[in-house]
């Protein structure tokens, strides 16, 4: 059964630094695409960030743009998000996916997903 599991979550005052981490227990880790999403109180689900299986390649949604990176290590199936200058709109759960093996970094669709760690930053 595969598991993702976050973690790295919990409370900081705005302008601090959070460091996600997201284990994955797929044997076929380098195959996938690995992707964080979050979700605030009362909102969708959003996607934040995607990295590509082996190229490095990365993607991020505009309002976290040079604040979050992404990061794979392959070789510990750990898909990291380094969020740096956090605001109280980065509030929210945050989940972390993979996407179904021998994808393209274009794509959209995740087959796993974690339980989420909760990020809660204070003004």
């Known amino acids: 059964q595969v598991q993702l599991v976050e973690s790295g979550g919990g409370l900081v005052q705005a302008g601090g630094s959070l460091r996600l981490s997201c284990a994955a227990s797929?044997?076929?880790?380098?195959?996938?695409?690995m992707g964080w999403f979050r979700q605030a109180p009362g909102k969708e689900r959003e996607f934040v960030a995607k990295i590509a299986r082996t190229s490095g390649t990365t993607y991020y949604t505009d309002s976290v743009k040079g604040r979050f990176t992404i990061s794979r290590d392959n070789a510990k199936n750990t898909v990291y998000l380094q969020m740096n200058s956090l605001k109280p709109e980065d509030t929210a759960v945050y989940y972390c996916?993979?996407?179904?093996?021998?994808?393209?970094?274009?794509?959209?669709?995740?087959?796993?997903w974690g339980q989420g760690t909760q990020v809660t930053v204070s003004s």
């Open positions: 996916a993979a996407s179904p093996p021998l994808s393209s970094v274009t794509t959209t669709s995740y087959a796993y």
């Open positions: 797929l044997r076929t880790f380098s195959l996938h695409v």
